[in-house]
């Protein structure tokens, strides 16, 4: 067995076909290592060179695209898997839809205008699935029969009718498979979501094994965006695997492993998919068969406009307090890293590169701590000047102390409590430390539960994995580990609000 892995940076979609990969592994002698990343990092690691991975595996072609990387050759769409809407049985019914016929966007936006209607979907300036579905969306409201132009981008009655539509998103998320975990943990709190017909006959056949209520599938009637999960070659001077990686590609694009892709709920064929396959049912709105013609998209500069005016006008505006371990702990090295994570936010040039911006309408709170909350710093909008005061105020803070996470987090929910019209907001807290807390969890479960949001947490340093993830976990939140790379977690963080 080669002694090298072939390293493929992937969407999350892809972590279900992992079993087919360790039988290539055990035909050929060939490892392969799977690193998962949302899109924009595909993205962003293309346009730096990929230095490291051999190939690329991202949801769409798009991504690849958008990096304007020259150095891919060899690329193949592996399968492909429609972006559908999955509404639970009993929603279904009290909207008057009727199994196995599509959905039409104006339905739904007469459904959001109505308040009938809320939806999960994953963050479109981070995932395939939730930038494919919004570009479907703007793509219908535009009227056009062909790509959606900046003009139209700039129409008030298509933005009146996007922001509608946004409204009605619950929760979002940076990857697809986050989307079904949340789902799965809690479907009794959700109605429906946008993602990969893949992804949801894997939510409905873990609902089935339940025996719980399955999210029947609805084909938009227009506007339908299709994964194409390209598998791609990445040319670096320094090395040649290009035979290696011919060989995968073989393999996944052979008549075997596409028929046992096609068992998972994946489509092999290029508009639809003759399958007999049990996991496309048709009393959960399945249709394997069914043509699928997608939208055409826009050039790249328009859907970079797009996505830009998704983060600062379109989407529904956000409520996200970050709450900073300044504790004693933190001098040095954790000062410095937590500080330059926030400029990612508060400086607009780096927020834009990571499509992180802020939104004209956001409120933006931050509660240092140490061993008690310190004074909390608040701004709304997307003001240059505001987001540089903010971000001046917390330059000039200085570490010391010691470590009370959960203080300081009762006390980022009460500024929450204390805001009006907070259902109109995306509301969450991130919570970055290094160390083991002082407090009681008990004090901030109590809290929580008279204003329940979620809490995503960070760790770095010497923090205690299981103290943050147990917050978490019971707040319908995500842990991420922030010790080799915290300027790399904080983005993963604010990218599920």
Do not use: C
């Amino acid at each position: 067995m080669s002694a090298a892995p072939l390293r493929i940076l992937a969407g999350s979609e892809n972590k279900a076909l992992e079993p087919i990969l360790a039988d290539f592994t055990r035909q050929s002698g060939i490892p392969v290592e799977m690193v998962y990343r949302g899109s924009v990092d595909i993205m962003l690691e293309l346009q730096q060179g990929a230095v490291g991975f051999q190939a690329v595996w991202p949801a769409n072609s798009l991504w690849i695209d958008l990096s304007g990387n020259k150095m891919i050759r060899g690329s193949a769409s592996i399968t492909r898997s429609p972006v559908v809407f999955g509404i639970k049985r009993s929603r279904a019914a009290q909207l008057g839809l009727t199994l196995g016929q599509p959905l039409p966007m104006r339905r739904v936006l007469e459904f959001t205008r109505a308040g009938k209607l809320n939806f999960l979907m994953t963050n479109p300036t981070q995932s395939n699935s939730g930038a494919m579905g919004y570009l479907g969306f703007l793509h219908v409201l535009s009227g056009r029969e062909d790509a959606f132009t900046a003009a139209d981008l700039a129409r008030p009655d298509l933005a009146a009718d996007i922001q509608n539509i946004l409204s009605a998103v619950d929760r979002n998320s940076g990857s697809s498979g986050w989307l079904k975990d949340l789902y799965l943990a809690n479907p009794e709190l959700y109605d429906s979501m946008v993602n990969y017909e893949s992804t949801l006959i894997e939510i409905n056949e873990e609902l089935a094994r339940r025996k719980q209520e399955p999210l029947l599938v609805f084909y938009p009637a227009d506007g339908q965006a299709i994964a194409d999960s390209p598998l791609a070659y990445v040319v670096h001077s320094e090395e040649d695997r290009e035979t290696d990686f011919v060989k995968l590609r073989d393999y996944l694009l052979s008549p075997e492993i596409q028929s046992r892709l096609g068992m998972l709920g994946r489509r092999t064929g290029l508009v639809g998919t003759e399958t007999n396959s049990p996991s496309f049912r048709s009393e959960w709105g399945l249709d394997a068969p069914r043509i699928l013609q997608p939208f055409p998209l826009p050039s790249a500069e328009v859907i970079r406009s797009a996505l830009g005016l998704y983060q600062t006008n379109f989407k529904k505006p956000s409520l996200t307090v970050f709450v900073l371990d300044l504790s004693g702990s933190m001098q040095g090295v954790g000062e410095r890293q937590l500080k330059a994570a926030m400029n990612l936010l508060l400086v607009e040039s780096e927020a834009d590169r990571y499509l992180l911006r802020t939104g004209v309408h956001d409120e933006t709170v931050i509660v240092p701590f140490d061993s008690v909350p310190r004074e909390i710093l608040r701004t709304s909008g997307n003001n240059a000047d505001s987001l540089e005061k903010l971000r001046g105020s917390i330059l000039r803070s200085q570490a010391g102390g010691g470590t009370d996470i959960y203080a300081a987090a009762i006390a980022a929910l009460r500024e929450i409590s204390l805001t009006k019209a907070r259902e109109d907001y995306a509301v969450s807290i991130i919570l970055m430390t290094d160390g083991k807390s002082e407090g009681r969890y008990e004090d901030l479960m109590s809290a929580w539960k008279q204003t329940p949001v979620p809490i995503f947490t960070i760790m770095f340093g010497d923090a205690d994995p299981a103290q943050l993830e147990r917050i978490s976990k019971a707040t319908r939140a995500r842990s991420f580990d922030g010790r080799k790379n915290l300027i790399s977690a904080f983005r993963e963080a604010k990218a599920y609000n």
